[in-house]
């Protein structure tokens, strides 16, 4: 005990060693200075196919009488947007115009769920091959009713419509999660 007390190396041990022993008994200080966190979730990232399917893919015409067919998503990725190609023939005589309606439900007495549905595309000319777009968001699974206005068709015409999907701009953003 007499080392603690009487020399000015013994006083300095024993002063540094109340101060170690304070140090350790008193709390941690919260400060954002050197604080860490770690946030914990999974997140995967998984391949898809894309697609697009028409129940019907060619279309003749004798008379001016409308014509439907559905669309569906057959792939396993939602898409924002698709792309036809559309051929139209050249009939022996007349020139027939036609235009193509989009509805999201099917078509009931040539009407969208009341109403005349969205054309895509313009007027559409006989001997002639364009590719025609709809903005309209598909679900997985998820159908599109397709409608055909033909005007001044007198002899068989016919229109081939070619389902196209350009990724990935037609794909929809993909959805983030445990962010």
């Known amino acids: 005990m007499l080392c603690l ?3 000015r190396a013994c006083r300095t041990v024993a002063t540094a060693a109340v101060l170690l022993l304070g140090v350790g ?8 200075a050197g604080v860490h966190g770690q946030a914990t979730g999974t997140e995967a990232m998984t ?4 697609g697009v399917h028409a129940v019907s893919t060619s279309f003749t015409f004798t008379v001016s009488t409308d014509q439907t067919v559905t669309v569906t998503n057959t792939g396993t990725i939602a898409l924002s947007a698709e ?16 235009k193509l309606f989009e509805c999201t439900s099917a078509w009931s007495a040539n009407k969208c769920a009341g109403g005349s549905g969205t ?4 007027t559409l000319h006989s001997n002639s091959t364009t590719t025609v777009s709809i903005s309209t968001a598909l679900a997985v699974s998820g159908s599109l009713y397709l409608q055909w206005e033909p005007t001044g068709v007198s002899v068989a ?5 070619s389902p196209q999907v350009t990724s990935p701009t037609q794909l929809r953003a993909a959805v983030k999660t445990n962010q």
Do not use: M, N
């Open 5 to 7: 007390t009487t020399t």
């Open 119 to 122: 054309q895509i595309g313009g």
């Open 25 to 32: 008994l008193v709390p941690p200080i919260a400060s954002a």
């Open 157 to 161: 015409t016919t229109i081939t419509l």
């Open 47 to 50: 391949a898809g196919t894309w």
């Open 83 to 98: 792309s036809y190609g559309v051929t139209i023939s050249r009939p022996l005589i007349g020139a027939p115009t036609f």
